[in-house]
């Protein structure tokens, strides 16, 4: 068995820290595991649960920051409507296909550096 196996389990994290990895992808709730599991690194099972914090922490941040420019496009006139709707588009699929990605790898057991939202990720170390 792997060092970063839960005992008995063969899963990276322990039964009671399933919640967490739920609400690490479950937009600004994010906060609640991100927090937590911060000063506890050292242990192998609170840094998987903590690397997920991190990554739906940063999908939350991008899509509240993408849904201002996407707000303010909205005001133009026709050209506007359309670039905004194809925006909000853009920010629901991210959103949703984000957060179940993330739950179904998180709850795998693997470490999924979601696209792009990795590298904002790697930001809140």
Known sequence: MGENEAVGTGKPYSDEDKIHLFLAYFGILSLIPFFMFKDKR???QKEYVYWHARQGLAL?????ILCVPTAIIMVIPFVGWI???LGWLFI???AWGGMIM?????FAGEKWPIPGIAKVA???N
Do not use: N, R
């Open 92 to 94: 629901i699929v991210l």
């Open 102 to 106: 993330g739950w179904i790898k998180a």
């Open 83 to 85: 670039l905004s709707c």
């Open 60 to 64: 939350a941040l991008t899509v509240i």
């Open 122 to 124: 790697e930001m809140f």
């Open 42 to 44: 050292s242990d192998p």
